[in-house]
């Protein structure tokens, strides 16, 4: 049975690959991680606004001129009960590295370009075998037209690029008008992966004591769907590697995402849900359903539910629209008649 697939240039024993999760802070956890049959493991996050309040990069970064950059900064978080500093981070990938024989991604979380990607490097020097950016960006200034937020975005993919030598991931965010128009304008600034979904954290309103609350729930298996529907489109029309992130739970979940066209499929939620072991249990399902399906290989299987695949892609297209909202309507009619 070959379970083995390339992503960023990387070639890794499975699909099988850790997302961003705190649970990686840990040396003793990674090598959990390594035991259960983890592929890869992608670092938690290193955020923008934590690197240019260190590095006193704020004066370079003045150019980004906008009053709500600096007053975000006041609200942010101590960052103590994450990487405390960048020597930190770059301190714990370097024992990780040191610490696992399976490749490690390091994760930058950033809206806008600016000095702080200069960091990148350091990941790099410190044996980053590749880099995921986290792009999670909101659009709240009325006068910023989306096609200036998506040219903020490859902006700041292409410096990023023009740092390092190693792969570069983007982690997207789903809502962007065009999805493929985006990605290949990325393409051309040099990205060599994309990540899919970043997940949209929604606070919650306090209505008695009239406060917005930030909050964090894990995913469930129904969001993988809009994740499915994105990579099924946008495999074989861009040259990046896929990886599917939100929502894999299971071998079921790793299958729909090879099927749909992605590399990799990433897990978090689920390791907090069931454990770090519960990646063997995933790698080994997988295993017995490909017996069973008589697949040879990863390879064999992807993109077999991808858009270009299928001989009816109105799934995929306006056609799913009309159809499921008709069915709808019959069946209740017929239920109620
Ligand atoms: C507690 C927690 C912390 C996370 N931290 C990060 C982070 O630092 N950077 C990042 O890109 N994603 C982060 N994520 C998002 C996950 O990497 C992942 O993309 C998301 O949870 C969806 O995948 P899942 O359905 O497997 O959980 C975090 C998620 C959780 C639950």
Not at 97 to 115: D, F
Not at 307 to 335: E, H, Q
Request: charged fraction near 20%; hydrophobic fraction near 40%; charge should be negative.
């Amino acid at each position: 049975m070959d379970l083995t697939t390339e992503y960023l240039g990387l070639k890794l024993k499975s699909p099988i690959v850790v997302s961003a999760t705190p649970l990686s802070e840990s040396i003793d956890n990674l090598r959990r991680m390594e035991a259960a049959g983890a592929a890869a493991v992608v670092l938690t996050s290193l955020f923008e606004e934590q690197i240019v309040l260190e590095s006193g990069a704020l004066d370079s970064d003045l150019s980004r001129g906008t009053e709500s950059y600096f007053e975000s900064l006041s609200y942010l978080p101590a960052f103590d009960d994450h990487y405390s500093s960048q020597d930190a981070y770059l301190r714990h990938l370097r024992n990780a590295k040191s610490s696992v024989g399976i490749p490690i991604i390091a994760s930058l979380n950033g809206a806008s370009p600016g000095g702080w990607t200069h960091f990148a490097e350091l990941l790099e020097d410190a044996g980053a075998d590749a880099l995921e950016l986290n792009t999670y960006s909101l659009a709240t200034d009325p006068n910023r037209t989306s096609a200036e937020v998506e040219q903020g975005l490859v902006d700041l993919v292409g410096q990023v690029k023009r740092s390092v030598r190693i792969p570069v991931a983007v982690k997207l965010s789903p809502q962007f008008t065009s999805v493929p128009h985006l990605v290949r304008q990325l393409e051309t600034v040099g990205a060599d992966g994309l990540v899919l979904f970043n997940r949209f954290y929604q606070p919650d309103f306090d209505i008695e004591n009239l406060d917005v609350i930030p909050r964090i729930a894990f995913s469930t298996p129904e969001e993988l769907l809009l994740r499915l529907h994105w990579v099924a489109i946008l495999y074989g029309n861009c040259h990046c590697d896929l990886a599917i992130t939100g929502g894999v739970h299971s071998a079921e979940g790793v299958l729909k995402s090879i099927m749909a066209g992605a590399q990799i499929a990433m897990m978090t939620s689920a390791l907090h849900l069931h454990g770090i072991e519960h990646l063997a249990t995933v790698r080994a399902d997988l295993v017995r359903w490909m017996e069973e399906h008589e697949y040879a290989s990863i390879r064999q299987m992807r993109g077999s539910l991808s858009r270009r695949a299928v001989p009816d892609t109105s799934p995929f297209d306006r056609g799913n629209y009309i159809k499921t909202l008709s069915s709808y309507t019959l069946r209740k009619t017929a239920a109620h008649l």
